[in-house]
């Protein structure tokens, strides 16, 4: 085990990085198996998860599978370009790129009162208006790359960015992701490049959030499995921190979950009909 946290508790944080690998590679293989395909389809944005998204892609499947896109904006950072390229390059994989200027700024030429956060929303909705296109065009599972603290916090685009069907990094922890991508060897300035969407001019994923992921990550664990917030504080936590960490949680609850249908019937999908894909049987 790899010890890569630095801070009071990580230690609830550590995995089992090849044994990690290994199941996440066989969970690839299966689901696209089950749905019918053989390739895949990843956004390279330049950053960590989707770059160990791509590495377990290529891992599962062999790189001749696997479709890498970059879909740059007019005001996406060029080393975001630069870096998806160094990691394609890196996993054998022939990198794709789409320019999405036009869509987006077809729009908002429309909205003239659009503002750089809701910009940023058109921009990761665009990008998965041509993710699954192309999906369809070469019959490639598009596959996610958002980690757990993101999902929890809430901090991805609804409908954009939290899309794809297949997700390997959705339950782990963006600094697990980074235990991940070392396993995997995702090259090392992606790695510790500070994590933005880059879908504003000079965002950074923690500036955005208010604490760094290595502390909200404990702090997420332990609240999670129910510890009480003294418990937390006594661990090397300020009361701040916690309560940031519970609020975005807490407030963001709704992006988790399907569309919320009133129920009329006795077979209502989700709530009577009910078919989880673990309830599913590999046939030898």
Request: glycine share 8%; proline share 7%; hydrophobic share 40%.
């Amino acid at each position: 085990m790899r010890k890569i946290y630095g801070v009071p508790g990580g230690e609830v944080l550590e995995l089992d990085y090849p044994a990690v690998a290994d199941y996440l590679t066989g969970f690839l293989r299966r689901e696209l198996a089950w749905r019918g395909y053989e390739k895949g389809l990843v956004a390279v944005s330049g950053g960590v998860d989707s770059a160990t998204t791509l590495a377990l892609a290529v891992r599962a499947l062999g790189p001749e599978n696997v479709h890498a896109l970059a879909l740059p904006h007019a005001e996406s950072d060029p080393r975001s370009l630069a870096d998806a390229r160094r990691v394609a390059e890196a996993f054998g994989v022939e990198l794709e790129v789409v320019d999405i200027t036009a869509m987006v700024e077809g729009y908002a030429a429309l909205r003239p009162d659009i503002t750089p956060h809701r910009k940023g929303n058109v921009k990761a909705r665009a990008r998965m208006i041509v993710l699954f296109d192309l999906s369809v065009a070469y019959h490639a599972l598009p596959l996610g790359t958002g980690n757990k603290t993101e999902r929890l916090f809430g901090y991805f685009t609804w409908h954009g960015d939290d899309a794809p069907p297949v997700n390997p990094l959705g339950d782990l922890y963006k600094t697990q992701v980074w235990g991940l991508a070392e396993e995997l060897g995702v090259p090392e300035e992606v790695r510790k490049k500070p994590p933005t969407a880059d879908l504003i001019p000079g965002q950074t994923d923690e500036d955005d959030l208010g604490i760094a992921y290595v502390r909200a990550d404990v702090i997420l664990e332990h609240y999670l499995k129910g510890y009480p917030d003294r418990y937390i504080e006594a661990l090397g936590y300020r009361p701040e921190e916690i309560r940031r960490v519970k609020e975005l949680v807490n407030r963001t609850h709704y992006k988790r979950h399907l569309p919320t249908v009133a129920v009329v019937s006795t077979t209502a999908i989700h709530e009577f009909y009910l078919r989880p894909l673990d309830f599913r049987i590999e046939l030898e």
